[in-house]
């Protein structure tokens, strides 16, 4: 009888398979990224080195000695102090205690503040207990501290915005008028994501995470790498981390163009010469992981698409590697099994500069 | 939150523990890949790319250059006065630092 590995589906659910099986599967991962990306196939080497990683009997597993990368962080203490809906673990407890556990009790080389609603539109209300917040944790704080939220463009339109919503539009065909409110939402998008950040730059912050830019697609990165540009102008010294919501730009719009390039439709190695552009200095890649394929046909295919991210951005790369993204099971306690191989895999194949 | 402790575990460069701040901020302050990173820290810190990670290494160290160390050692700099030297070290400005010294009178 074939010997069988511990593995876990997409959900994260165990599965157990042969040597074989998970050969077949991470080539079939692979194939699909590089057919979908139009990027080269990983080499039999790399193939071989993902099936070690795989097949590791231990239940955690780590990067070789000398190969450690930075971990950036998304979503930052709410982590600590949030509910269930931000993942959190509901402990009471101030932001800073939480920037500081995650930079004195867990090790974590950089740290973010967020607001718990997670979205730069709903930080306007309260910006002056941003700053004050940004203060403190920076007088405490030693390891870089971004402010992050989400570009959300979705709630710029009705009932939550003042724009007529573009799926109720586009159901009754009209077309440019769903591209017209679009275009307005995402000039709003810009001008408040500046605001916020100029006002947070003010109060010491280190630089900003735009986390989950396109999760409203197209006009949500057209949106982002202005509000990038605009900010990289006003200062040139800030830190800025890209991160995307998923692998292919959405194209809501469909005509939305950045430095001459059509957004919709973009896949990670296309957007990270994007976000360079427009000023950032880091860019978070994003694989979206399947629920009902095997780990190994998910790293294939993950490992294949952020191989050829890393390779085509002219800034460093962490890749997104959160619950359903980078191969991470989609599951609200990722198993630990899962995620460090995950994580081993992209430092060791595809090349990423952080996570 | 057992998630980001296992990418820490298994790929991070365990934060001011080892060097993973000085190698992130030079990533985010001036876009360096990570290998440019490691190499600009090691100079500067005179020690090996493998050293950055090393927390035998770099606890002693980090105390000596004053910029931070994770176990709270009373009188030791902390928050912007660590991120003083660490501007220093690092050959950088730091926002909260710029910040800072414009409210001394």
């Not at chain 1, 000695?65 to 930052?76: L, S, W």
């Not at chain 2, 993973?20 to 990173?37: E, N, T, Y």
Request: a negative charge.
């Amino acid at each position: 009888m074939a010997t069988e590995y511990k593995l876990r589906m997409g959900d994260g659910k165990r599965i157990f398979m042969t040597k074989e099986q998970i050969i077949a599967d991470l080539k079939e991962g692979m194939a699909d990224a590089a057919d979908l990306g139009e990027i080269p196939d990983l080499s039999e080497d790399e193939i071989d080195k993902l099936v070690e990683i795989v097949t590791m009997p231990s239940r955690m597993v780590g990067v070789e000695q000398g190969k450690e990368v930075p971990v950036t962080h998304d979503i930052g203490t709410i982590r600590i102090d949030g509910d269930q809906g931000n993942s959190g673990v509901g402990i009471p407890s101030s932001r800073l205690v939480g920037a500081m556990m995650h930079e004195r009790a867990f090790g974590a080389d950089t740290m973010e503040l967020g607001h718990i609603d997670y979205s730069y539109k709903p930080v306007k209300p309260v910006i002056a207990q941003e700053m004050q917040t940004m203060e403190v944790c920076q007088a405490n704080m030693v390891v870089p501290l971004l402010y992050g939220a989400m570009p959300n463009m979705g709630l710029y339109y009705t009932p939550d915005g003042p724009f007529p919503n573009p799926g109720d539009l586009m159901k009754a065909f009209k077309i440019q008028e769903a591209q017209e409110s679009m275009q307005h939402a995402a000039e709003h998008l810009t001008r408040d994501t500046v605001w916020i950040m100029q006002r947070l730059m003010a109060s010491g912050a280190d630089g900003v995470n735009f986390d989950t830019i396109g999760a409203a697609g197209d006009g949500d990165m057209y949106a982002s790498l202005h509000a990038i540009e605009a900010l990289r102008k006003q200062y040139p010294d800030i830190y800025i981390e890209a991160g995307m919501a998923g692998e292919l730009l959405l194209g809501l719009h469909g005509e939305m163009e950045y430095d001459g390039t059509v957004l919709a439709g973009l896949w990670p190695h296309q957007q990270a010469p994007l976000a360079a552009k427009a000023g950032a200095n880091v860019f978070g890649p994003v694989v979206n992981t399947n629920t009902s394929k095997s780990s190994a046909w998910n790293l294939g295919r993950a490992v294949t698409f952020i191989k050829a991210a890393v390779k085509a951005s002219p800034i460093p790369c962490h890749v997104n590697m959160g619950m359903g993204v980078g191969s991470i099971p989609m599951f609200e306690t990722p198993t630990i099994d899962a995620v460090s191989r995950a994580s081993k895999a992209m430092v060791e194949i595809a090349g990423v500069d952080g996570i | 939150m057992g998630m980001p402790i296992s990418h820490i575990m298994t790929s991070g460069m365990s934060g001011i523990r080892a060097a993973g701040d000085l190698v992130a901020r030079m990533q985010l302050a001036k876009s360096m890949r990570i290998g440019d990173a490691k190499d600009y820290v090691a100079k500067k810190l005179d020690v090996t790319t493998d050293d950055l990670s090393d927390e035998y290494v770099m606890r002693e160290l980090r105390e000596e250059l004053g910029i931070g160390v994770i176990t709270s050692v009373a009188g030791a700099p902390k928050g912007i006065a660590a991120k003083m030297n660490i501007e220093k070290l690092l050959d950088l400005n730091i926002n909260c630092c710029e910040k800072f010294r414009g409210q001394l009178k």
